[in-house]
């Protein structure tokens, strides 16, 4: 069964730096059927899609335009797992954080079927 | 960007009825890649449906997803008491993935 752990500080100071950590269990983060994904949620943004990292013989990543210049999703082969980077953070960056799974094969793509617990981080000084 | 609008924004029903939640995409999206979630107070998303139609793991049966091209529904054949959620629809086909806002079913 595979499971996302989330870590990370719950308050950030504006224009610092917020740093969040997936860990996986049950998959690892090389494989080449899944991506990892960062999302957010806070009450005036709804759900957001932050990026993803993901390995087809090499690795790629993917962001959203909104974030593209503060955002970096790196992997940790070591200790099989990922971890989201958002420079020069303000309280618009408040919100609720997720990570998660998302699964293919040539088939199909079976959307965001595996999700971390959720980290709740506050930008405030 | 794909922007995702779901209608109603509530839903007030009683357990045992029908639900139908709608999902109406800004252009033709492939039905390939439009899913489902329902969240619950302080709890992650959970999958329900991908690829519009297909049932994730372990998701009851009284749960199915349909549509094509821009519009996309969700029905709950009989809501049960866990049932009551807020639901939000995906497409994870082009960047950035986007949700709509929601349709939140409550108890009536």
């Known amino acids: 069964q595979v499971q996302l752990q989330q870590s990370g500080p719950g308050l950030v100071k504006p224009s610092q730096t917020l740093s969040l950590t997936c860990a996986i269990s049950?998959?690892?983060?090389?494989?080449?059927?899944?991506?990892w994904n960062w999302f957010r949620q806070s009450p005036s943004r709804g759900l957001e899609w932050l990026g993803r990292?993901?390995?087809?013989?090499?690795?790629?990543?993917d962001y959203a335009v909104s974030v593209k210049s503060r955002i970096t999703i790196n992997p940790d082969t070591s200790k099989n797992q990922f971890s989201l980077q958002l420079n020069s953070v303000t309280p618009e960056d408040t919100a609720v954080y997720y990570c998660a799974r998302e699964h293919s094969d040539r088939l199909r793509d079976y959307g965001m079927d595996v999700w971390g617990q959720g980290t709740t981080v506050t930008v405030s000084s | 960007e794909i922007v995702l609008t779901q209608s109603p924004g509530t839903l007030s029903l009683s357990p045992g009825e029908r639900a139908s939640l709608f999902c109406r995409a800004s252009q033709t999206i492939s039905s390939s890649y439009l899913a489902w979630y329902q969240q619950k107070p302080g709890q992650a998303p959970r999958l329900l449906i991908y690829?519009?139609?297909n049932r994730a793991t372990d998701i009851p049966d009284r749960f199915s997803g349909s549509g094509s091209g821009p519009d996309f529904t969700l029905t709950i054949s009989r809501v049960e008491p866990e049932d009551f959620a807020v639901y939000y629809c995906?497409?994870?086909?082009?960047?950035?993935?986007?949700f709509g806002q929601g349709t939140k079913l409550e108890i009536k």
């Open positions: 995906q497409q994870y086909g082009s960047s950035p993935y986007t």
């Open positions: 049950g998959d690892s983060v090389s494989s080449n059927s899944v991506a």
């Open positions: 690829g519009a139609s």
């Open positions: 990292t993901y390995y087809r013989s090499k690795w790629y990543n």
